[in-house]
């Protein structure tokens, strides 16, 4: 059951509140028990900036407490769909909902929302403490109720011995804990982030994307996330939404974009360092068939043959990930090819390796252990099952061509 106070949603277990507490006027706040789901729904959505489109025919379905994260390049649309959320921008066609209450003619104030900024927004002048309650009385929400919220949410964040300081006092770790503090004390049915890492170091950004994903994981509430860092996505969100050009390229698990991407965009944008692509050539039919490409030669492996189809000399993009490969002569299941290394980059327990087949440039992650050395020819083998193959016109993957035919 959730309890829901002045608008927010919280577990009741989660902060012990007893069964008898106070609610109704007398106490500024309005209790209702039910199985309402905080979910958000994007129903054919449009927008548009004159004749810019910058979400094009958005539709999409987040789960009540998921992670979801919206991930893309930059001017893909993401951020303009969470501001729709938000009311911060209108609908241009199309119907935002949350739950089951269609939005797009809502104030922002009355959506049951809290967004966390990529600036963090502090009041400058005023104390942690006072960062965090005054969105509280802007609602006029009884002081103490304020005061509940206020330590509940510096509990849960470690900000106890900061309550008193300045923003200019804090580390920007702490600045983007007090900002995710300010949404937690409205206690919202969805939790909307805009890049909110981008502005830390590397060492705070794995540190409060751990933060954040144990938040989600003790308040179970909904997050919509943007970002345009892969890695956070796959880290963080259940589930992921790729967008590029305002259109919704494909949503699914980590595991789900890494393994089976719908496209080639999906398959180059996520997973690091990018999937390497080379142009490739069908060569014979059957058990004998072959892609080819400039003394490059893979067995075709038996599942795929039924979505390249019979037609030798037919032309395809095969992608394979950097850290698929490995130096050594291939086994049984796999193909391999002597290339030269340009460039090594030792990384510890690793080495990145560039190298220069024909006219391509391929990317190898292996063990450091292979110690190879900048100039050297080297034997790469890479296991047929992690082949991909696209359409070079349409970029769609030929695999789920095939299964969808």
Same mark, same amino acid.
Request: net charge neutral; hydrophobic share 45%; with cysteine.
């Given at each position: 059951?959730?309890?829901?106070?002045?608008?927010?949603?919280?577990?009741?277990?989660?902060?012990?509140?007893?069964?008898?507490?106070?609610?109704?006027?007398?106490?500024?706040?309005?209790?209702?028990?039910?199985?309402?789901?905080?979910?958000?729904?994007?129903?054919?959505?449009?927008?548009?900036?004159?004749?810019?489109?910058?979400?094009?025919?958005?539709?999409?379905?987040?789960?009540?407490?998921?992670?979801?994260?919206?991930?893309?390049?930059?001017?893909?649309?993401?951020?303009?769909?969470?501001?729709?959320?938000?009311?911060?921008?209108?609908?241009?066609?199309?119907?935002?909902?949350?739950?089951?209450?269609?939005?797009?003619?809502?104030?922002?104030?009355?959506?049951?929302?809290?967004?966390?900024?990529?600036?963090?927004?502090?009041?400058?002048?005023?104390?942690?403490?006072?960062?965090?309650?005054?969105?509280?009385?802007?609602?006029?929400?009884?002081?103490?109720?304020?005061?509940?919220?206020?330590?509940?949410?510096?509990?849960?964040?470690?900000?106890?011995?900061?309550?008193?300081?300045?923003?200019?006092?804090?580390?920007?770790?702490?600045?983007?804990?007090?900002?995710?503090?300010?949404?937690?004390?409205?206690?919202?049915?969805?939790?909307?982030?805009?890049?909110?890492?981008?502005?830390?170091?590397?060492?705070?950004?794995?540190?409060?994307?751990?933060?954040?994903?144990?938040?989600?994981?003790?308040?179970?509430?909904?997050?919509?996330?943007?970002?345009?860092?892969?890695?956070?996505?796959?880290?963080?969100?259940?589930?992921?939404?790729?967008?590029?050009?305002?259109?919704?390229?494909?949503?699914?698990?980590?595991?789900?974009?890494?393994?089976?991407?719908?496209?080639?965009?999906?398959?180059?944008?996520?997973?690091?360092?990018?999937?390497?692509?080379?142009?490739?050539?069908?060569?014979?039919?059957?058990?004998?068939?072959?892609?080819?490409?400039?003394?490059?030669?893979?067995?075709?492996?038996?599942?795929?043959?039924?979505?390249?189809?019979?037609?030798? !000399?037919?032309? #395809?993009?095969?992608?394979?990930?950097? %850290?698929? *490969?490995?130096?050594?002569? /291939? $086994?049984? =299941?796999?193909?391999?090819?002597?290339?030269?290394?340009?460039?090594?980059?030792?990384?510890?327990?690793?080495?990145?390796?560039?190298?220069?087949?024909?006219?391509?440039?391929?990317?190898?992650?292996?063990?450091?252990?292979?110690?190879?050395?900048? !100039?050297?020819? #080297?034997?790469?083998?890479?296991?047929? %099952?992690? *082949?991909?193959?696209?359409? /070079? $016109?349409? =970029?769609?993957?030929?695999?789920?061509?095939?299964?969808?035919?």
């Amino acid at each position: 059951m959730v309890r829901r106070y002045d608008g927010g949603h919280v577990r009741a277990a989660l902060l012990g509140w007893p069964a008898n507490r106070p609610t109704g006027p007398a106490s500024g706040l309005r209790l209702i028990e039910d199985d309402e789901m905080a979910t958000v729904t994007f129903d054919r959505v449009t927008k548009r900036f004159g004749e810019v489109i910058a979400v094009n025919d958005l539709s999409l379905a987040i789960e009540n407490e998921e992670f979801l994260v919206l991930v893309g390049p930059s001017g893909c649309g993401k951020t303009t769909a969470l501001r729709m959320i938000a009311g911060l921008e209108e609908v241009t066609a199309g119907t935002v909902l949350i739950g089951e209450r269609v939005v797009n003619d809502l104030a922002p104030k009355d959506r049951d929302v809290a967004m966390v900024f990529q600036s963090y927004a502090l009041y400058p002048h005023m104390s942690v403490r006072d960062n965090l309650a005054f969105g509280l009385k802007l609602r006029h929400v009884p002081r103490p109720e304020i005061e509940r919220r206020v330590a509940e949410a510096a509990k849960i964040l470690d900000l106890g011995g900061l309550l008193e300081r300045k923003p200019k006092q804090l580390s920007g770790g702490q600045r983007q804990r007090v900002a995710l503090g300010r949404a937690i004390v409205r206690e919202p049915a969805v939790f909307l982030m805009d890049e909110p890492l981008s502005n830390l170091d590397a060492k705070l950004r794995v540190q409060t994307r751990a933060e954040i994903a144990r938040l989600h994981q003790r308040l179970r509430t909904t997050i919509v996330y943007v970002t345009h860092d892969q890695v956070e996505a796959m880290t963080m969100g259940s589930r992921i939404a790729v967008m590029n050009a305002g259109l919704l390229q494909q949503v699914g698990t980590p595991r789900e974009l890494y393994d089976r991407p719908l496209n080639r965009f999906v398959a180059g944008f996520i997973g690091s360092p990018a999937m390497n692509f080379v142009a490739m050539r069908l060569e014979g039919a059957g058990e004998g068939a072959a892609l080819v490409h400039d003394g490059l030669r893979f067995p075709l492996p038996p599942r795929l043959r039924g979505a390249v189809g019979p037609l030798s !000399g037919r032309e #395809v993009v095969a992608g394979f990930r950097p %850290e698929h *490969l490995d130096v050594g002569p /291939p $086994e049984a =299941g796999e193909t391999g090819f002597s290339t030269a290394c340009d460039v090594v980059e030792y990384l510890g327990n690793q080495e990145l390796l560039h190298l220069r087949l024909a006219e391509e440039d391929l990317v190898a992650v292996v063990d450091a252990a292979a110690a190879v050395r900048p !100039g050297e020819t #080297v034997q790469m083998r890479l296991p047929l %099952e992690k *082949l991909h193959l696209f359409d /070079p $016109e349409s =970029g769609l993957a030929l695999a789920n061509l095939a299964a969808a035919a």
